[in-house]
């Protein structure tokens, strides 16, 4: 418990940070924007093996609190004047009594695509927190083998939201706003069972400003001013994860994550990546030991290549990797393909603090979260090197 309220303070406290702008506000309320959406999704979430295919569809509701940068900082004149905000998002799952309903709250940057006087297409990126007001219930004994109810362990969890979209101005000061994307509701595995919640959606609805002509700014310039550069970082963390089928039990794990990475521009950052694991978790999902005695420690170590993209926000990072196990796969079923999503924050310019989850791609059940990792970082770079600090 306190683990994970140390880990959500972190994310509220940089996603404060990342959104503080040096912003012209000569105008009161200045750039500040409502939008309301309807929400209609489609249920991709994974319930075991031997569960029953269950899409249902669902409805639901999103307000968000919006505001259009306006200011001077690289990474909003790389992306025009991208959009940050908060979203408001409740969800009626198909079967309430069972699924429940979810209450999310995702700090959110919109990344412009295309920006003109009357048109905005971007991509959007959110991480945030949610409350599931129905659980695994670990009351009765049909909850070890209900595999429709294995979805969700415990109330608090964890938000991610990957979307795209298209703003298109009807008045003056009001928008019609379309978007198509994927939520993640999970706890990374920090409790048992947590094959999560995963939803692909599509919304509709008005996007109102206040005291402001919509994308009124067109297209700003950005000039690479520095020299490009390949420089080294690594990560070491450690993670706490939770199973309950088919092996009841709880563990941690240790990573060492390096990555090579070439500096695009001062925002993007393209590399490979290489990571080694001290994890018995694909063991487990493979052998279905009685115990872990079953597991030595040599079939714990895990290596995998893949590679690593980063998107700097003043000394907030978001890194994402894509990763494939090179070492050990005798010990892997299909899940050897898994994807890093996480948030950093760079004190100074070469140390790092970093949180991850950890989510693996398996062809029987989907998408399920392995653990959150958190830990901390140093880059190793010249100081013509782009980097978080601006």
């Known amino acids: 418990m306190l683990i994970?309220?140390?880990?959500?303070l972190f994310l509220f406290t940089i996603s404060i940070d990342s959104y503080?702008?040096?912003?012209?506000?000569?105008?009161f309320l200045r750039n500040i924007g409502v939008s309301a959406n309807i929400i209609k999704g489609y249920d991709l979430s994974a319930r075991g093996r031997n569960a029953p295919n269950r899409n249902f569809d669902a409805m639901g509701y999103e307000l968000d609190?919006?505001?259009?940068?306006?200011g001077q900082k690289d990474w909003q004149k790389l992306y025009n004047n991208p959009r940050v905000g908060i979203g408001f998002v409740y969800i009626l799952m198909p079967t309430p009594k069972l699924y429940g309903n979810v209450y999310s709250a995702i700090p959110f940057v919109d990344f412009t695509l295309i920006n003109s006087p009357s048109t905005m297409a971007f991509l959007k990126v959110g991480f945030g927190a949610s409350y599931i007001d129905k659980q695994f219930d670990t009351s009765t004994t049909l909850s070890l083998t209900d595999f429709n109810n294995n979805l969700i362990s415990q109330p608090y969890n964890l938000s991610i939201q990957f979307g795209v979209g298209l703003h298109q101005k009807i008045l003056?000061?009001?928008?019609?706003?379309?978007e198509g994307g994927l939520f993640n509701f999970s706890n990374g595995s920090y409790n048992a069972p947590n094959n999560g919640i995963n939803l692909a959606y599509i919304k509709g609805g008005l996007n109102f400003f206040i005291h402001d002509r919509i994308n009124n700014r067109?297209?700003?310039?950005?000039?690479n001013d520095q020299t490009k550069k390949w420089y080294f970082q690594s990560f070491v963390g450690t993670g706490f994860t939770k199973i309950r089928i088919p092996l009841k039990t709880q563990y941690?794990?240790?990573?060492?994550s390096s990555q090579l990475l070439y500096s695009k521009n001062k925002i993007m950052n393209i590399g490979p990546s290489m990571d080694l694991y001290y994890d018995p978790t694909s063991n487990i999902r493979l052998l279905r030991p009685a115990s872990m005695y079953e597991i030595s420690d040599n079939d714990k170590y895990k290596v995998a290549l893949g590679l690593a993209v980063e998107f700097n926000i003043g000394k907030i990072s978001i890194p994402m990797r894509g990763m494939h196990y090179v070492y050990n796969l005798s010990n892997v079923r299909v899940d050897r393909i898994y994807y890093i999503f996480g948030l950093r924050y760079?004190?100074?310019?070469?140390?790092?603090?970093q949180a991850n989850l950890k989510s693996t791609l398996d062809n029987?059940?989907?998408?399920?979260?392995?653990?959150i990792e958190y830990g901390i970082g140093y880059r190793f770079k010249t100081k013509s090197t782009y980097g978080n600090i601006y």
């Open 172 to 178: 003056p000061n009001t928008e019609l706003a379309f």
């Open 218 to 223: 067109g297209m700003t310039t950005f000039y």
């Open 252 to 256: 941690h794990i240790y990573v060492v």
């Open 4 to 8: 994970k309220t140390i880990f959500l």
């Open 364 to 371: 029987t059940s989907g998408v399920r979260s392995d653990f």
């Open 346 to 353: 760079t004190h100074k310019s070469n140390l790092f603090f």
């Open 20 to 27: 503080t702008q040096d912003v012209n506000t000569s105008r």
């Open 65 to 70: 609190l919006m505001y259009r940068t306006d």
